[in-house]
């Protein structure tokens, strides 16, 4: 570890015997002073050397011949060493005597008096230093943190502010003035992180690691996986089922449309801290009569464990539905939280989580209430990413009932004819993992797969699925391929009887018709094929028509001339 002495602003390192330290908290702003600053000499031209400055007068102040400061003690450089003392930082927190957190964008005032009198919820809510992900365990670790505004003024201890700090940031008070964190659930320290961020998405899992004990490699690149990881670390250590408490559905108990959520790409383990945001209540119960041993254990098939399951009322239009029902409770009610899940198809003993946490309104979880004790297999793979041999074997019961959760995986035109071959409609909606619904005719024009399109349009029944019908997006293929300035994608859907008049006035008001968005990308290729194909040259948009929409953009008199020669009226 090393020290930067406060005396010679030279860096000491120790392995044994460290002695006693103060640490910085700051956010990190421009010019600040580095490990190779500190090396070489030149510290003190870096408009960050006033801060450093300023942390090692305070630390001489209090009796400190040393403090750690994040900037300059760690040789970012070195990926072994930013690896080392990211799963050490906690800990260095923990160890260190005193904390002092820098406000940087705080100016309290010009004296602690005038400081007193002034409201410090105010003073305090805004700094930026409380949004951000890695001042958490800064926040929670030290056993002292005094809080000082940018002039360095002291604005108060976390014990001392604890009841604001509390309304701030969602921690309990009592755990602010004592820093015991031992009694938290994983949700709720899940919550603490859910409003805050970090520069990089995978920091966001790496700065929680001491707050749950776990340690784990950095593998920046590897974006929203880093916090899967994370959670796959927790599940090895902890038996808390309050890590699969994330997603809210309003209170009530009954599963609804609205509860089911298919977006969760990731199986039964969350995307992020912000899937949390409202677990702050939700603890581990142990009062399930003997109903599970509460082992949780993770293999590469995914996650297993031991739940009370309840066949419920089919929301979706196809397959089984359940409702698990999970040993951790509300903290107010202490009703039991549960999920929605149904059965993996073709893949028997797995299940997969469709929905939101929410309150269950069963408080009997035997057999007489319609509760089964269940192994089951989370999966943890997104059914988009499986092979193709498995979606040749499926079929339309299986696959578009509802909505197999596709995404871009799906735009190929191979993957594309399988589906339809095996039963899926042009027009069925396909909810998306994060862009709401699309046909899989849109779904083949948004990912611009021309096979995929002339391979589907092959396939096109007229009384089956009529070409200008809107998927879940308020989307028609038209204009999607318009606004895409497809001309060979455009032409292909007008000569199989797409609408040129079509400007989903019916769907989306504030949309105009695909000519109108044509001339006003100045696309005259575009222009020239839908009039030929019968769009109307003064069908307006609003009070604006077609050669008014020409005014300005590129091609401008051509595409006049143009409207004007298929009887636009100027």
């Known amino acids: 570890m090393r020290l930067l002495n406060v005396e010679t602003r030279k860096l000491e390192e120790f392995y044994d015997n460290i002695p006693a330290y103060s640490i910085l908290s700051h956010r990190w702003g421009d010019g600040e002073v580095l490990f190779q600053d500190i090396q070489s000499g030149t ?42 003392a990211i799963n050490s930082m906690y800990r260095w927190y923990q160890n260190s005597t005193i904390c002092y957190a820098y406000l940087a964008d705080v100016d309290s ?8 009198s002034r409201n410090m919820m105010d003073l305090l809510r805004s700094s930026n230093w409380f949004t951000r992900g890695w001042t958490l365990q800064e926040l929670i670790a030290p056993s002292i943190v005094v809080f000082y505004d ?19 940031t969602g921690i309990p008070g009592n755990i602010l003035e004592n820093g015991d964190i031992s009694g938290a659930s994983v949700a709720q320290k899940m919550s603490w992180a859910s409003m805050r961020t970090t520069t990089r998405t995978e920091d966001m899992a790496y700065c929680l690691l001491g707050l749950f004990g776990v340690n784990m490699p950095m593998l920046y690149g590897e974006g929203d996986r880093a916090f899967v990881r994370l959670q796959e670390e927790i599940l090895k250590i902890s038996d808390d089922h309050s890590i699969f408490a994330w997603g809210y559905a309003e209170p009530g108990g009954d599963v609804t449309n609205d509860d089911i959520d298919l977006r969760a790409p990731e199986g039964v383990l969350a ?15 142990f009062d399930t009569d003997g109903e599970l041993d509460g082992t949780i254990q993770l293999n590469n098939k995914g996650v297993h ?60 979880m035997s057999a007489n209430a319609g509760y089964s004790v269940t192994p089951i297999c989370f999966e943890q793979t997104h059914w988009a990413t499986r092979p193709l041999s498995l979606v040749q ?12 959760p596709l995404d871009g995986h799906l735009g190929n035109e191979k993957l594309m004819t399988t589906l339809v071959h095996n039963g899926a409609s042009l027009g069925g909606n396909i909810e998306l993992t994060f862009a709401g619904s699309r046909t899989l005719l849109t779904l083949a024009l948004e990912h611009r797969d021309d096979a995929a399109v002339e391979k589907l349009l092959a396939y096109y029944d007229d009384s089956a699925c009529p070409i200008t019908e809107v998927d879940g997006s308020d989307n028609s293929p038209l ?9 060979r994608m455009t032409e292909l859907l007008l000569q199989k009887g797409a609408d040129p008049n079509d400007d989903l006035r019916l769907w989306c008001n504030d949309l105009p018709s695909p000519l109108i968005m044509a001339i006003r990308k100045g696309e005259r290729q575009l222009v020239e094929i839908l ?29 006049v001339k143009l409207l004007i020669a298929y009887g636009a009226e100027p």
Not at 46 to 53: C, E, R, V
Not at 272 to 277: A, G, I, L, R
Not at 393 to 404: C, M, P, T, V
């Open 43 to 84: 510290a003190a031209s870096k408009p960050g050397y006033a801060k450093l400055l300023g942390a090692c007068e305070l630390a001489a102040s209090h009796g400190f011949w040393y403090i750690w400061i994040d900037t300059c003690c760690i040789d970012k450089t070195s990926s072994a060493e930013l690896s080392e």
């Open 109 to 116: 005032s010009s004296s602690p008096e005038e400081a007193e």
């Open 150 to 168: 940018t002039n360095w003024i002291r604005m108060g201890t976390r014990s001392a502010l604890a009841s604001r700090l509390s309304v701030i």
């Open 271 to 285: 995307r992020s801290p912000e899937d949390f945001e409202f677990s702050g209540n939700i603890v581990p119960s």
């Open 305 to 364: 464990l031991t739940l009370p399951i309840k066949r419920v009322p089919r929301v979706h239009g196809w397959g089984a539905e359940y409702v698990a029902a999970l040993p951790c409770v509300f903290e107010g009610n202490k009703r039991r939280v549960g999920i929605s899940i149904q059965p993996v198809p073709l893949d028997k003993g797995r299940f997969r989580r469709i929905g939101k946490f929410f309150e269950l309104n069963d408080l009997d």
């Open 393 to 404: 074997k499926a079929g339309r019961e299986i696959l578009f009932g509802h909505g197999y």
């Open 479 to 487: 204009s999607m391929s318009v606004a895409a300035n497809r001309p």
């Open 531 to 559: 009039l030929r194909y019968g769009a109307d040259p003064n069908l307006r948009h609003y009070a604006q028509s077609p050669i008014e929409s020409a005014r300005g953009v590129c091609c401008e008199e051509e595409i």
